[in-house]
Structure formats: structure tokens, C-alpha cells
């Protein structure tokens, strides 16, 4: 993803290949979110309006760079661990031996499957804490992006959720399932710190 286009991207995405897929594109939002933070704090950083708030500033932006790698990265390993669950139903099965090592193989291959997007959704809930921490002291002509940034990171978090879920469905594993689900529910709460943000940003505006 860091040498792809973005164009590349979306033609990928819409081929009929399996891969590049929804798990890739909730990254990428992820991707977007963290970008637009880092806009809003460089257009806020060394204006003297907002001096106060430049320490704020300038930690978000190393995060949200750090943040924005990190999502490339996950839309890589995404398509990564779809094939290896593809490879995996694959697997001969005509013997016993071969149906068990098959199982084995599958449910290996679904939790690394499911792994992906949580942490997709982990690096959203991120991105979510970043426009909560820079709302109050964002340049005021790209306040918007702040609620656009948060707005992004939110349609990742819930993109990602179901990619978890579609995962976990499958996932004959009752403990890592349920460890699982918990870890997607404690980063989901970060949902309402989004829409708080977008309201914040709307009242602000006046929509």
C-alpha cells in the first residue's frame, strides 16, 4: 500500500479479485482519519492564535503519523490473512488425517483473519482519541476536517467490526471467540467519542 497509487487502489479493489477487500478499505480509512489529523495540526502548529495548544499539537501529529503507517501496513496484512484462509479451505480433505490438519489449518487461519481488523478497529479508536484531543485547540478554518477525520475513523471502526464478526462466526474456538469479541466492544465504544466530535464540530459551525 505505501507504493501503491490510489487509484492502483480502487481498481484493485473493484476487480474480482478476492483480495483487496472490505478489511483493506477499512484501513485505509483508518489511513484517511490519521492523515487528516495530521492536516489540521499542521495548518495549527506555529500560528500564533494557537500557541497554547502546540504541545497538543505536536504530539497528535507524531501519532497520527505513526498511526497513518500503521494502517497501510494492516491493509496489506489484510489480504495476507484472507489467502491464508483461502489456502486453507483448500486443503485436501479425503482422509481423516487430511479433514483434521484441514480444521487446524482453517481455524489458524481465522483468528489471524480476525486479528487484522481488530487491530484495524484499535488504530481507529486512536484515531477517534486524537480528534477528541485537538478539537478544542484545531485551527478553526479546517475545524471541519476534524469532524471528517473522526467521521473516517468511524466508518473504520464499523467496517472492521464486521469484518471481525464474519470471522468469528466461523471460529469453533469458544474462548479466543469470546476474548475476541470483548477486545472489538472495549475499542467500539470509541463510536460515540466520534459522533461526539462531528456534533461538536457541527455546532461550531452551524449546521
Not at 10 to 33: D, F, I, N
Not at 90 to 103: G, I, V, Y
Not at 173 to 181: E, K, L, Q, V, Y
Amino acid at each position: 500500500m505505501a507504493d501503491e497509487t490510489l487509484d492502483g487502489f480502487l481498481e484493485a479493489l473493484a476487480s474480482a479479485a478476492p483480495a483487496p477487500g472490505g478489511g483493506a478499505a477499512a484501513a485505509v480509512q483508518v489511513a484517511l482519519g490519521a492523515a487528516l489529523v495530521s492536516m489540521v495540526t499542521n495548518l495549527t502548529i506555529g500560528k500564533p492564535r494557537y500557541a497554547e495548544h502546540e504541545p497538543v499539537m505536536l504530539a497528535a501529529r507524531a501519532e497520527a503519523d505513526r498511526l497513518r503507517g500503521e494502517a497501510l501496513a494492516l491493509a496489506d496484512a489484510d489480504a495476507v490473512a484472507f489467502t491464508a484462509v483461502t489456502d486453507a479451505y483448500r486443503l485436501p480433505k479425503e482422509t481423516a488425517e487430511e479433514k483434521a490438519a484441514r480444521s487446524a489449518a482453517i481455524q489458524r487461519a481465522l483468528v489471524g483473519a480476525a486479528d487484522v481488523p481488530l487491530r484495524t478497529a484499535a488504530a481507529a479508536a486512536e484515531v477517534v482519541g486524537l480528534c477528541q484531543r485537538i478539537l478544542d485547540g484545531a485551527n478553526v478554518n479546517v475545524l471541519s476536517d476534524v469532524a471528517v477525520a473522526a467521521a473516517s475513523a468511524r466508518a473504520a471502526l464499523d467496517s472492521a467490526a464486521i469484518n471481525v464478526r464474519v470471522n468469528l462466526a466461523s471460529m469453533s474456538d469458544a474462548a479466543t471467540r469470546d476474548a475476541t469479541a470483548a477486545e472489538l466492544d472495549k475499542y467500539l465504544s470509541s463510536v460515540t467519542g466520534a459522533d461526539v466530535v462531528m456534533r461538536a464540530v457541527g455546532d461550531r459551525i452551524g449546521s
